[in-house]
């Protein structure tokens, strides 16, 4: 399984980027995925998930500002943010959880893709 995001990169306050996160080896949409994202020296947060059902939730911080995504032709997550502050910036990773061959899903089993910086001025 592989997952890689693209998309970051610097952008101005009250700017906007879009993230994705392609995957191969796992098919997106049977268990939730997510965007999580680790600025220095804090800890890894959620920003946002996508449960196998199709229900989006959102960190608090994020919610209003930004939007996940799953196109399940192109097996491909995505993270809209709009109206970024200062505060986003960090290093932002797409994670799946553990589908077994038996289609169960585990979430404190996960695969992360290497990240994507996303840096924003003020």
């Known amino acids: 399984v592989q997952l890689v995001e693209s998309g970051g990169g610097s952008v101005q306050a009250g700017g906007s980027l879009k993230l994705s996160c392609v995957a191969s080896g796992y098919i997106f949409g049977r268990c939730t995925v997510a965007w999580y994202r680790q600025a220095p020296g804090k800890s890894r947060e959620l920003v946002a998930a996508?449960?196998?059902?199709?229900?989006?939730s959102y960190g608090d911080s994020v919610k209003g500002r930004f939007a996940a995504s799953l196109d399940n032709v192109k097996n491909t997550l995505y993270l809209q943010m709009n109206n970024l502050k200062f505060e986003d910036t960090a290093v932002y990773y797409c994670?799946?959880?553990?589908?077994?061959?038996?289609?169960?899903?585990?979430?404190?089993?996960?695969?992360w893709g290497q990240g994507t910086q996303v840096t924003v001025s003020s």
């Open positions: 996508i449960s196998g059902g199709g229900t989006a």
């Open positions: 994670s799946a959880d553990y589908r077994s061959p038996g289609n169960n899903c585990f979430t404190t089993n996960k695969y």
